[in-house]
């Protein structure tokens, strides 16, 4: 009964199914195997299995090891090799196969287990094209990303550019003119034109992920270079900046990206929503050894709403009604950028906190 059972699986197994012997000639197949390949199989001259399948060495003879090492290159088996059957017709059809071996009256068999792939593979094909094209959405999508980044970053030193020149000019209309002073406003506005022509630089070489701008720089000097801004936006705001970095720390970096870094996330904390208490933010770094560093910018505001925080590093994610969201965006590009990581932080001084790696992947692999 045991045998009747197993003979009408094969029968009316749903993929075809034949059995080859010692010689590789089919000796049983199945009706699915005959539909499949277009006609009879076996009968007054039994096919050879080799004239079907392109390229299959199996006999019936094959060893349990042959067999296993068969069953593993197939599609199924997970290498993702699959073969051509050449049906009677001429046509070919990609199969993945499994075998199994199995003797009767003495005599040694292979299973074969064939299941056309045909719509496998087209889908295989379908999501290939979608994966193209959504790799293409996404290079447009970053070339849009990049421009909003540069309108973004470029914000400030044009306005600051605007505002040294007019500056300038009232210096020489007034009386007596003063162009000592205006020659001063006019540097500095070269400064920042200088500055801005950097910003584009290093966010060419921050999409493509280049580093040739990092070098060995002392943090406290690097940041220190912008708390005169800072300062002047801190007391716009009634709030004030402090910087707690050891002269003597220093770490591999891009500078503009690293100030960049440090003057989004300063701005970001100054410009929180108030609370009842006077804004204070705190910039301070650790030493984390094999040229790794962290550092953290904290502040004593509300801190992060519950909903938000998860959000914060999404791109057009803002709080702010004039926000474009770019800013905590291009925060955490430019951290990736040096090997590291950001995440917010509980505040030691109550508020909301960033804390941001330089190089931390290059102190694991020491």
Same mark, same amino acid.
Request: hydrophobic share 45%; aromatic share 6%.
């Given at each position: 009964?045991?045998?009747?059972?197993?003979?009408?699986?094969?029968?009316?197994?749903?993929?075809?199914?034949?059995?080859?012997?010692?010689?590789?000639?089919?000796?049983?197949?199945?009706?699915?195997?005959?539909?499949?390949? *277009? *006609?009879?199989?076996? *009968?007054?001259?039994?096919?050879?299995?080799?004239?079907?399948?392109?390229?299959?060495?199996?006999?019936?003879?094959?060893?349990?090891?042959?067999?296993?090492?068969?069953?593993?290159?197939?599609?199924?088996?997970?290498?993702?090799?699959?073969?051509?059957?050449?049906?009677?017709?001429?046509?070919?059809?990609?199969?993945?196969?499994?075998?199994?071996?199995?003797?009767?009256? *003495?005599?040694?068999?292979?299973?074969?287990?064939?299941?056309?792939?045909?719509?496998?593979?087209?889908?295989?094909?379908?999501?290939?094209?979608?994966?193209?094209?959504i790799t293409q959405n996404w290079r447009l999508n970053s070339l849009g990303e990049m421009a909003s980044m540069l309108a973004h970053e470029l914000n400030q030193p044009l306005s600051a550019i605007a505002n040294h020149l007019h500056a300038a000019e009232g210096l020489l209309n007034r009386a007596p003119s003063d162009p000592g002073a205006a020659r001063r406003s006019i540097a500095s506005a070269q400064a920042q034109a200088q500055r801005a022509g950097d910003t584009i630089r290093r966010l060419r070489a921050l999409m493509s992920r280049d580093t040739g701008y990092h070098k060995s720089e002392q943090l406290a000097e690097v940041i220190g270079e912008i708390m005169p801004i800072l300062n002047i936006s801190a007391r716009e705001m009634d709030a004030e900046v402090m910087l707690d970095i050891h002269p003597d720390h220093r770490t591999d970096c891009d500078r503009v990206q690293l100030q960049q870094l440090i003057f989004n996330l300063v701005r970001n904390a100054i410009e929180a929503p108030a609370n009842d208490r006077r804004r204070e933010v705190m910039i301070s770094g650790q030493c984390l050894g094999h040229g790794a560093y962290r550092i953290r910018v904290e502040d004593n505001g509300p801190g992060f709403a519950p909903h938000i925080r998860e959000h914060l590093f999404d791109p057009l994610a803002s709080t702010k009604p004039d926000g474009m969201g770019l800013g905590l965006s291009i925060c955490r590009t430019i951290v990736e950028a040096h090997g590291g990581t950001i995440v917010p932080v509980d505040s030691r001084l109550g508020g909301a906190a960033f804390a941001f790696s330089l190089n931390e992947a290059q102190a694991k692999a020491a």
């Open positions: 009964m045991e045998a009747s059972f197993a003979k009408s699986i094969l029968v009316d197994a749903p993929m075809a199914v034949v059995a080859i012997d010692g010689e590789g000639t089919i000796r049983t197949a199945n009706a699915t195997a005959e539909s499949f390949f *277009g *006609g009879r199989l076996t *009968g007054e001259t039994n096919r050879s299995i080799a004239d079907l399948i392109d390229g299959l060495r199996l006999t019936g003879d094959a060893s349990a090891d042959d067999v296993a090492a068969f069953n593993v290159r197939s599609r199924s088996g997970g290498e993702g090799v699959h073969m051509q059957a050449r049906r009677l017709d001429g046509t070919t059809v990609p199969v993945d196969i499994q075998a199994a071996r199995f003797s009767a009256v *003495g005599e040694n068999f292979v299973t074969l287990f064939i299941q056309d792939v045909t719509a496998v593979m087209e889908a295989e094909q379908a999501v290939q094209e979608l994966r193209l094209q």
